[in-house]
């Protein structure tokens, strides 16, 4: 249970304030924790916590057409996590624009909208198609689709192919870039790298690893499209290692953390090693809670070590 009264006193008149704000790209967040690309939605979850607290909310990827998704079944859970196939379901940039443009006025915070596509230009008309909208404050590029003009390989798989990506959506906007890296890559820090080179702001890291299950009732696969993203907890050994490979080149870019994170100790893990801010997936389905929940106990952690600026604390981590 989080500690209400020392948060509490953080905001007394005559004691510090603890300043959770930071900076990515051109964005200024109030605090580095937000939910992970299509794990929460932004009304429906306002029945548990204002999702407005949050340093920003991420959209759901969008296509530039309409998507009806993977047959089901489209989720299994696994030992310390989840398997999920969804197929990047939604209804096309046309009707995510028009939706948000009525709507907008609800958002408080940072939006972001993250963006795939399965060819170099699909990426380029949903950015030229979202660039008369006011309403969003920078892109997460979703880069693990599969790549149909080099065979089907993600785009995140190759290093020229990430650059060529990036590179297409920086000549058509100039509104904040964060690069989705996929953590299925022999060196994550060629991708790296690239991303940064064609223009990236920042680097999320990462999307879920490539997993399959078997039912061994029906003696089929747990999922209907047979293979899906790996999720949860299980992750955060495995994304945690990923960021330090990017730390430990010196690559300098600010880097959003995203793999298995529960609660406030899972976060500080992140911010300690280097990551600028997290994000939260999972856990969002198991408690809807859980993001207010870590902005809290961000806060009253940093008041019990008497650091009250959390750009003191992150990369912290001494080795």
């Known amino acids: 249970m989080q500690n209400r009264n020392s948060i509490c006193k953080a905001r007394e ?9 930071v900076k990515i790209g051109d964005i200024n967040f109030k605090n580095p924790v937000m939910n992970a690309s299509g794990t929460l939605d932004f009304f429906e979850h306002m029945d548990f916590f204002n999702v407005n607290e949050m340093g920003a909310f991420i959209h759901k990827s969008i296509t530039l ?5 993977n047959p089901p079944p489209r989720i299994a859970e696994v030992l310390g996590g989840m398997i999920n196939s969804i197929g ?5 940039v046309d009707k995510f624009s028009s939706f948000w443009q009525e709507n907008k006025d609800f958002v408080k915070t940072n939006f972001i909208v993250s963006i795939a596509g399965t060819y170099y230009a699909e990426y380029e008309e949903i950015v030229e198609k979202l660039e008369s909208n006011s309403f969003f404050s920078g892109y997460e590029i979703n880069i693990s689709c599969p790549n149909i003009e080099k065979g089907g390989r993600s785009f995140g798989q190759s290093p020229e192919d990430t650059y060529e990506v990036v590179k297409r959506i920086k000549n058509k906007t100039r509104k904040t870039i964060i690069v989705k890296l996929s953590p299925f890559v022999t060196d994550i820090t060629e991708i790296a790298k690239k ?3 064609a ?5 999320t890291v990462a999307n879920t690893i490539p997993a399959m299950t078997i039912n061994l009732r029906t003696k089929k696969p747990s999922l209907g499209n047979i293979i899906g993203g790996l999720s949860g907890p299980v992750t955060k050994p495995i994304i945690m290692k990923l960021i330090y490979e990017i730390i430990k080149k010196n690559i300098k870019i600010p880097i959003i953390a995203c793999g298995g994170i529960t609660n406030t100790e899972d976060a500080l893990e992140y911010l300690a090693l280097g990551a600028s801010a997290v994000q939260i997936g ?8 859980v993001i207010k929940e870590v902005i809290e106990g961000l806060e009253t952690y940093l008041l019990q070590q008497k650091i009250y600026n959390i750009m003191e604390f992150i990369g912290i981590l001494k080795i």
């Open 199 to 203: 223009g990236a702001d920042a680097l």
């Open 195 to 197: 991303a940064i080179e």
């Open 13 to 21: 008149p005559g004691i510090k304030k603890i300043n959770l704000e």
């Open 282 to 289: 999972t856990a969002n389905f198991i408690n809807p809670l």
């Open 88 to 92: 990047i379901q939604n209804e096309g």
């Open 65 to 69: 057409k309409k998507r009806k998704g």
